[in-house]
């Protein structure tokens, strides 16, 4: 079977621990500008993994990223600016233009979304797609893709 190029092979995590800990490991390869999609149902863990990257890239501390699902965007960093957004309650592109993502995009910044799915334009690149998938209670598949230079 031919390999998808840019696609690693699913990692299986078997805690929020292991999830958070692959985040950071993700985080060592990510420069920016850079998006990151997160994709997969509900509690599928995509604030988890998002703990684990925003903390690797040293925006902010494990414990003080969580789910922007009310305020939509977060930001952490300093000079090195990363966004975590959250489109679970949007529900049209005309919604999601008033976030004013472009903004972020335009920055040096790394942003990670959570129901990327939603973010209709493909316009922007290098991205990175990861897909999150609930295997059992404490499982969950991860596999990673990887898009633009
Ligand atoms: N292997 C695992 N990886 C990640 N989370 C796990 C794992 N095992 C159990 N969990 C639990 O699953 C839940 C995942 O929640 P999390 O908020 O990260 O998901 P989410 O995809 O962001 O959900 P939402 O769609 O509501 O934003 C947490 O309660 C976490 O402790
Ligand atoms: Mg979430």
Same mark, same amino acid.
Request: a negative charge; hydrophobic letters at 35%.
């Given at each position: 079977m031919v390999k998808e190029p840019n696609k690693t092979a699913p990692v299986v995590t078997h805690s929020p621990e292991e999830t958070i800990a692959l985040g950071r490991e993700l985080a060592k390869g990510l420069r920016p500008p850079c998006l990151v999609l997160l994709k997969g149902e509900? $509690?599928?863990?995509k604030t988890t993994l998002a703990k684990g990257i925003v903390a690797g890239l040293g925006a902010a501390r494990e414990e003080e990223?969580?789910?922007?699902?009310?305020?939509l965007v977060h930001e952490y960093g300093g000079e090195r600016k990363v966004f975590h957004v959250d489109l679970y309650r949007i529900e049209s592109s005309r919604e999601l233009a008033t976030l004013g993502l472009e903004e972020l995009w335009s920055a040096e910044a790394i942003v990670i979304v959570e129901w $990327?799915?939603?973010?209709?334009?493909?316009?922007?690149?290098p991205r990175v797609i990861i897909q999150l998938e609930y295997i059992s209670s404490e499982e969950r598949r991860i596999t990673v893709e990887r898009s633009g230079s």
């Open positions: 509900l $509690g599928s863990g990223v969580t789910s922007p699902s009310f305020t $990327g799915e939603k973010l209709w334009d493909n316009s922007v690149a």
